[in-house]
């Protein structure tokens, strides 16, 4: 028994219409990972950095800073551009295969990174969603499903943005992108989705750190290539030629494995200028105003930015102002810098993982009043101008107006521009689709018109 046509009709329609929308399910899950991904990255591109000289260093492929952050920049800008193509339908064919090629780089070497656990987290999504290892390695698994799909079907729903204007949301996506990450790299991110974002009360946690459990640390360092833990009690002289790398905590009830040592996470510890005990309180005020100078790699920062931190030192003694310097460095690199700025305030030691979750930038600047963070930025965004300018005023509330910078609310403005010019795209990429759409009724009217008008009454009459 053979269906009829109009079954047979009814059932590719329906196969067709099934197609369609798990394509159209497939760009925007797709489109919107891609998208999270790289806008979450280029929020704050110094963790990127961070995260990506981790894979180099696990990798033995170390590089230079510079090219690093160019790597960055183009990634998170790629990673966004992809998402948004996704989305809107741009280069149907061209996108997923970009896609694919992305993740053809990326399944190997998260499925490395799941495997060797060379890194804690992948960091694919930065902070804002730390996730394990190998739920990464199976979320790119089902990206990439999700991709193959949508290099065989994708043609068969059509784009927002039509082909005309997508080199304009080519653009619009690089240009956003690379405002954001410039705005992360040179002031602070945009979002802070560290533990130690503005307003948390850093001095109340200090004192409830020093009111819990009894911890303690090994310190980690390197010589010839071995590196070594060492208690407090063991830690190695200067001239000894070991090089401080970093200090794990230990927790008196371990961690769900029992006996596994966890790098110190969101406490924010202090230690001497030798780096033997630690004096958090001491350099941490409760009370009163305090700009902390936070340098997690001494040996990168260049003799002409002592200038620049001697001036912020006496703004501050002007003011009133409380100035420490916590850095990330052994006491032989400490002395050499001593040697070269002649500084006039006091220096703490402090993990270097530690000091960049408090603030990005080397050297940064965190200002804090009766121990809670009113404003961070990198060294290099404040204006030396504005020294002079404060000074001058006598402005009792100088030390927040030295920063005038809004994050959030920059944010927010660039997004609303850039969604603005998307919508733009989309409504004139709509024009001529309704212009098809009302083109033929106008053209049968008219036809129907000129049919009447060019026959002779008369011939109507002997017909009727």
């Not at 996108?95 to 998260?110: G, N, S, Y």
Request: net charge negative.
């Amino acid at each position: 028994m053979q269906s009829s046509p109009s079954s047979s009709l009814n059932n590719n329609t329906h196969r067709h219409t099934l197609i369609a929308l798990v394509t159209w399910l497939c760009r925007i899950v797709t489109g919107c990972v891609f998208v999270f991904s790289g806008f979450v990255k280029g929020i704050d591109p110094w963790g990127t950095v961070y995260k990506m000289d981790e894979y180099l260093v696990a990798m033995g492929m170390p590089l230079y800073d510079s090219l690093i952050l160019a790597g960055v920049f183009g990634l998170c800008a790629l990673e966004f551009l992809i998402g948004i193509y996704l989305i809107f339908g741009c280069y149907r064919k061209s996108a997923p295969m970009f896609a694919l090629l992305f993740m053809c780089v990326m399944l190997p070497l998260t499925l490395w990174i799941a495997i060797a656990d060379p890194v804690a987290d992948c960091g694919c999504f930065g902070d804002a969603l730390v996730i394990s290892n190998w739920a990464t390695f199976w979320k790119n698994v089902a990206i990439t499903c999700l991709i193959i799909w949508l290099i065989k079907f994708n043609r068969r729903v059509p784009c927002i943005i039509t082909p005309a204007f997508q080199w304009m949301a080519f653009v619009a996506t690089v240009l956003y992108m690379i405002c954001i990450c410039w705005y992360g790299y040179n002031i602070q991110p945009m979002l802070d989705f560290r533990p130690f974002a503005v307003g948390t009360d850093l001095g109340a946690e200090v004192e409830q750190n020093e009111e819990s459990d009894d911890t303690t640390f090994l310190f980690t360092y390197a010589k010839d290539g071995v590196t070594k833990d060492f208690t407090a009690e063991e830690v190695p002289a200067d001239d000894s030629g070991w090089t401080f790398v970093s200090r794990k905590e230990i927790f008196p009830d371990g961690d769900k494995n029992g006996d596994k040592n966890k790098e110190t996470g969101h406490d924010f510890s202090v230690m001497d200028r030798e780096g033997n005990e630690e004096v958090t309180s001491e350099a941490i005020d409760s009370e009163g105003k305090e700009l902390l100078l936070l340098i997690p790699s001494l040996d990168r920062i260049s003799a002409s930015t002592t200038y620049k931190i001697n001036m912020l030192h006496d703004w501050a003694t002007a003011h009133d102002i409380r100035f420490v310097a916590i850095v990330a460095a052994h006491t032989g690199d400490i002395a050499e810098w001593e040697d070269m700025s002649m500084p006039g305030y006091d220096i703490y030691t402090a993990d270097d993982t530690a000091i960049k979750e408090l603030a990005r930038g080397n050297p940064a600047v965190v200002y804090l009043k009766d121990g809670v963070i009113k404003w961070k930025t990198s060294l290099y965004s404040i204006n030396e101008d504005e020294f002079t300018a404060a000074e001058a005023g006598n402005n009792v509330n100088a030390e927040v107006d030295l920063l005038p910078y809004d994050g959030k609310r920059t944010l927010i403005n660039w997004s609303l521009i850039y969604l603005a010019v998307m919508a733009m795209l989309v409504c004139i990429s709509f024009v001529p689709r309704l212009a098809r759409l009302f083109r033929p009724l106008e053209y049968k009217g008219e036809r129907h018109k000129k049919e009447h008008a060019g026959k002779n009454p008369s011939d109507m009459s002997d017909k009727s």
